[in-house]
């Protein structure tokens, strides 16, 4: 590690359109920065034209270092293995789309040069956001912050700058189903944040779709909260008082009014609701007893099948190895 060396990490999914315009304005970006530069393009599994675009970029710009998985394990997972190789005193990850400006990565530095060991970026508005995905976005935080323990700022994204005590900090946590954004909050250390608006997407589309928003945000929520299994207890309370008091009305009716009553509508409510409610809360007690199942099967959390332009490169051959003790290849 040099501390004279910037490490930017993009990771890239599909992103062939795009590539070139995101590495010029890039390369605009650091150019007066008085620092050597490292690029590191973790490429996810990607099914277009995304490898010869880097192969093209890497001939041209000796900066250029690739990492390419086995197949794609997803977002999270490429900002960490960018993190793993990255070699800088500071590392600045950002998306490869262009939504994440690069013009502000000489203001990231400066914060860190002031003494941040963190440089958050905040979103403050996404050109083609629509209503509904801001309204999701602020509603997921705003449970997300009810019940952790972990304060994490609404709007943070994935551009961000750490220090080398933070990344390796972060490294050094390998849990299976990652939410970086509270993991980086958890970290604490001193931040600085800068807000920026996100422009449309340069080229192709999103690569998160609904499915992946929900998966995403359950395991944040899953992640940095157990207020779910406390709301399925608080509901659980009521629905037992709901019951007793329910009782103590059937048995007046009973005993006081005489009447008789058939019964059959109240007791199918009661049986259906009180189904219900069970049904829910197992479902939740089996989401973390399902994470729990795979973080004790302790996989790697990605397989690095080629690494280019690294020190450490013998050759163009496959690199789905184990790492080496202390090292965080997989």
Request: net charge neutral.
């Amino acid at each position: 590690m040099s501390d004279r060396l910037l490490s930017i990490v993009a990771p890239c999914f599909n992103e062939a359109e795009g590539l070139e315009a995101f590495h010029t304005a890039l390369s605009a970006a650091v150019a007066a920065l008085p620092y050597d530069v490292e690029i590191i393009y973790v490429d996810d599994g990607s099914t277009d034209a995304t490898p010869q675009v880097l192969a093209r970029l890497r001939a041209r710009d000796a900066r250029v270092k690739t990492l390419t998985f086995s197949r794609n394990f997803g977002h999270q997972a490429a900002l960490l293995a960018g993190l793993d190789a990255a070699q800088g005193a500071a590392v600045i990850t950002l998306d490869s789309d262009l939504q994440h400006p690069p013009e502000l990565i000489p203001e990231l530095v400066r914060a860190w040069e002031q003494g941040a060991d963190i440089v958050y970026t905040i979103r403050r508005e996404t050109a083609d956001a629509s209503f509904g995905k801001r309204l999701t976005s602020w509603l997921f935080y705003r449970l997300l912050n009810w019940g952790s323990g972990t304060p994490i700022i609404p709007g943070a994204a994935d551009f961000r700058l750490m220090s080398r005590l933070a990344v390796d900090s972060f490294c050094a946590m390998r849990e299976t189903h990652r939410f970086n954004r509270g993991l980086v909050s958890w970290l604490g250390f001193r931040t600085a944040a800068i807000p920026f608006d996100a422009p449309a997407r340069f080229a192709g589309e999103s690569k998160y779709s609904v499915t992946r928003m929900l998966r995403f945000a359950i395991h944040g929520l899953v992640s940095f909260s157990v207020w779910p299994l406390r709301m399925a207890t608080l509901l659980g309370f009521g629905m037992a008082t709901f019951a007793a008091l329910y009782i103590v009305y059937a048995l007046y009716v009973f005993f006081v009014l005489r009447w008789t009553v058939p019964g059959w509508t109240s007791t199918l409510i009661t049986v259906l609701l009180i189904g219900g409610v069970q049904l829910i809360s197992l479902g939740l007690v089996g989401e973390y007893v399902g994470k729990i199942y795979e973080e004790v099967k302790r996989r790697p959390l990605y397989v690095v099948r080629e690494r280019q332009g690294f020190e450490d490169d013998v050759g163009e051959g496959v690199r789905a190895t184990a790492p080496a003790a202390g090292k965080h290849s997989v």
